[in-house]
């Protein structure tokens, strides 16, 4: 039997490469997308081209939309809501959670479901055994098209709150960002004494490397754990211990001239845990200081 029709709105990099994973897979793909010759390599791999984002929406019941932001989302379908009805949304662009619940209530308004994702996986990787992809929001219609969406990565549905999926999505590049802005930070300091990065970069991979062998020590799961019952048992790797380090972290990209805002902000979150007297706890403390605003 044929497979169920799929469009496709939004063809960057990430939604050829959907497209070209469905096609592969079988389903007959409709695609729109803005600037129009970026269609082109999806349409000779087998896709149909519409005219129009409501001549695509209309060509079948899942629709999936790969965006900038969610703003994009609106900037294509506003002028096609009436053709919404029935349909299933499933939106994997990244925005923040606020934006993903008012997309919901949006799409609901028309008489469409919505479901939200969160690639976790760059372009090269979609369709690939290693790709994953977070989803929430409308479980029923999630359930209908996960045989499909199974095709783009591994499925992981987070419940009904549509906010959820890109809440798990940011919080993942929250530490990608983190950790790509410290190798960077950390280059440029060792730049200020002409140490190249071809230099660095293989020196600093190494210590990377001790991270996840760190954070799994006693098993990852277990730390996890220990975080929730609010337990901080510290160890070699203190509060103190860690914000000494931090101050001198801090202290040698002033002398050497280097910008201080990224280890100035990771010295006040160890700062925050001895003032409130925390100091002898494991470093992981730091989260009490990070739930809230800075007072
Ligand atoms: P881009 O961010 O390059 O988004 C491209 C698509 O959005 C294009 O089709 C573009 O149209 C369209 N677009 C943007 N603004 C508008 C608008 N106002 N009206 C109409 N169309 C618009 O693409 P990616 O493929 O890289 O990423 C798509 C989403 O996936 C993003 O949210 C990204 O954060 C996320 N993501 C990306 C990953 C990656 O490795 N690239 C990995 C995981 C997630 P046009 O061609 O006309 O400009």
């Given amino acids: 039997p044929a497979l169920s029709p799929v469009t496709v709105l939004g063809l960057g990099p990430m939604g050829q490469a959907m497209v070209r994973t469905l096609i592969a897979a079988g389903h007959p793909v409709t695609v729109w997308n803005r600037t129009r010759s970026r269609a082109d390599d999806v349409v000779a791999a087998g896709a149909k081209l519409a005219a129009t984002p409501s001549e695509a929406v209309a060509a079948g ?6 965006l900038t932001d969610y703003q994009a989302m609106w900037d294509v379908l506003g002028d096609s809501t009436g053709s919404l009805a029935g349909r299933t949304l499933v939106n994997l662009s990244s925005d923040t959670p606020d934006k993903t619940r008012e997309a919901a209530s949006w799409a609901a308004s028309h008489g469409a479901s919505f479901v939200a994702g969160g690639v976790m996986v760059p372009e090269p990787m979609v369709g690939t055994d290693l790709s994953y992809v977070y989803y929430s929001g409308d479980a029923e219609a999630f359930g209908a098209h996960r045989t499909t969406l199974a095709h783009i990565g591994e499925p992981r549905f987070l419940g009904d709150d549509p906010g959820r999926a890109q809440l798990m999505y940011q919080a993942n590049l929250d530490v990608f960002l983190t950790t790509l802005a410290g190798f960077m930070h950390a280059t440029a300091l060792v730049g200020s004494a002409g140490i190249t990065a071809e230099v660095f970069l293989p020196e600093v991979m190494q210590l990377f490397k001790a991270i996840p062998v760190m954070m799994d020590a006693d098993g990852v799961e277990k730390l996890g754990a220990r975080i929730d ?21 801090y202290a040698t990209a002033k002398s050497s001239g280097v910008d201080t805002s990224l280890p100035g902000a990771v010295q006040e979150y160890y700062r925050r845990a001895i003032d409130d007297g925390h100091g002898t706890d494991s470093w992981t403390r730091i989260i009490d200081g990070m739930r809230g605003p800075r007072s």
């Avoid at 019952?229 to 914000?243: D, K, S, T, V």
């Fill in 61 to 66: 019941k899942l629709v999936i939309l790969s």
């Fill in 229 to 249: 019952a609010g337990e901080h048992p510290g160890e070699a790797a203190n509060a103190i211990m860690m914000g000494a380090t931090a101050d001198h972290i």
